[in-house]
């Protein structure tokens, strides 16, 4: 993968409280020192709710446990009179490394667009965040537009504020596929990632397109993780369901040793 460095990112989404947080990366460390993980050939994050973030972040530093975490989302905002909103000055003081922005369940829950994923991406870069920009089509998108199409166009705005230089993470999530039990296919991943790429070189110049790792999320699994990753614009995964089963994820972010590759 032209050394990128592969990125298994577990989004918790709205499970696991504070306590159990804790418990679940304390022995998501521990399982992957037995299993002799190295970290600088495959990162490993996690996404937990908000509450949980000071938990994981006493946690990771004090015992300096070779995990990443990040927020679900952020505020376009960085203060102010916006109940219930979140700054990327709160994650950046809890040491966050990334940020998810755009998830389809932001979109068709809270009525995100694309204007609003390139503002808070705006937001993620002043608090010296990595922004985890998703993009995908729904069923209908797919029928209608094609494969790739709605993507591309998602992600040619939400990169608008991104200077050159600047280290983003793209997501390629079809939702039809999440949740569903039904992964896209490796060479249908595949065939939209490499056009997500060309987007990126194409807005931020070859080195970055080169550069940027892309992920796919939707219904990933241990059993499934080896034949994504084998696609050579594929350079990780964003796990939903599977996240949230601690044996199940370390195997997914172990894939190299149990599949082989």
Known sequence: MTGRRPLIAGN?????DHLQSIAFVQKLAWTLRDAKHDKGAVEVAVFPPFTDLRSVQTLVNSDELPIAYGGQDLSAFDSGAYTGEISGAFLH????????????????YHHETDETVATKVAAAFRHQLIPVVCVGETAED??????????VAQLREALAPVTRGSEVVVAYEPV???????????AQA???????RAVVAEVLGEDAGAATRILYGGSVKAA?????????DIDGALVGGASLLLEEFAS???YQKHVGI
């Open 252 to 254: 997914i972010a172990q």
């Open 12 to 16: 918790w989404k709205m499970n696991l």
């Open 142 to 151: 797919l029928e209608t537009h094609g494969a790739s199409a709605i993507p």
């Open 190 to 196: 595949q065939q939209v990632c490499a056009a997500l």
């Open 93 to 108: 003081a809890l040491d966050c490394r990334y940020v998810i922005i755009g998830h389809s369940e932001r979109r068709q």
């Open 224 to 232: 499934n993780i080896a034949s994504f990753m084998r696609e050579a």
């Open 176 to 186: 039809w596929a999440i949740g569903s039990g039904q992964a896209a296919t490796p």
